[in-house]
């Protein structure tokens, strides 16, 4: 049966615990999501409590933690979404990802509605991607991609 968190302190405890055992045992969030056999960022997300996992990924991403069978268990439900609690963030890269939404989310809303129509990006049909790339001016770059299927709004 499928259950679903009200709470996300359940949640947030998990996640608290699941990265202290990714540090521990010095893993990558790739080697958690290979075990799981799902993408790097669905599986980050999930661990971090953003999502559900699939049964058999749950069970296999807990036995790599070293997590027990009530923790395979949270990570199976449906979470309380929502990793940011109110007002600006604080935490410099969150806040990075706050301000470019300031500075070009009116600008994205424009021409997402201009190309697509009237509409919105999923969150839920959704890719995330994270690469890093050099930077032809010398350093590095980051390239991230958000991928979401359109919704057209649908008149009734």
């Given at each position: ?5 009200f709470?996300?302190s359940?949640r ?8 202290d055992?990714k540090?521990?045992k ?19 997300a ?12 749950a069970?296999?991403?807990?036995e ?28 410099p ?5 706050h301000?470019?939404?300031q500075v ?16 919105i ?12 790339v ?14 979401g299927k ?5 008149p009734?």
């Open positions: 049966m499928i259950h679903a968190q709470d996300p359940a947030q405890a998990l996640a608290v615990a699941a990265v055992a540090t521990r010095d893993l990558s969030w790739q080697q958690i999501a290979d075990a799981a056999g799902l993408s790097v960022a669905f599986v980050t999930a661990v971090l409590g953003q999502h559900p996992l699939p049964a058999a990924s069970e296999a991403v807990a790599l933690l070293g997590l027990d069978a009530d923790a395979a268990r949270l990570l199976r439900t449906i979470p309380t979404r929502g990793s940011i609690p109110g007002g600006v963030p604080t935490d890269t969150i806040y990075r990802f301000e470019m939404l070009y989310g009116t600008t994205l809303k424009a021409l997402v509605h201009e190309q697509l129509g009237d509409g990006i999923s969150a839920i049909n959704f890719r995330l991607d994270v690469k890093k050099a930077d032809p001016d010398g350093g590095e770059r980051a390239v991230i991609t958000l991928d359109y919704l057209p709004t649908k009734f």
